[in-house]
């Protein structure tokens, strides 16, 4: 039973990163987006031709632009030409 539940706790934190959301900036320059996760806000700087991963556990986004997305963890967000998408 003990290695049960330490296979299961195991399998837990091995699949939380697989649901965070992630950004990917295609612009030449850096982009902020501010990030709110409970009532936590922290801005998160991706530079050019970064891929970030972030909010593993739901969140609202607001992007550049002044959008505000809730992300619930898992999308992939692309930003190119300054517009943002959302897979």
């Known amino acids: 039973m003990k290695k049960f539940v330490i296979a299961v706790v195991l399998g837990a934190m091995s699949v939380g990163s697989a649901y965070a959301a992630s950004v990917k900036n295609n612009d030449t320059n850096a982009q902020t987006l501010v990030v709110t996760e409970g009532s936590t806000k922290t801005q998160l700087q991706v530079g050019a031709g ?6 593993s556990g739901g969140c609202f986004v607001t992007f550049p632009n002044g959008d505000r997305e809730a992300l619930t ?3 992939a967000v692309e930003i190119t030409g300054g517009k943002i998408s959302i897979k």
Do not use: K
């Open 73 to 75: 963890g898992g999308e």
């Open 50 to 55: 970064e891929t970030v991963e972030f909010c």
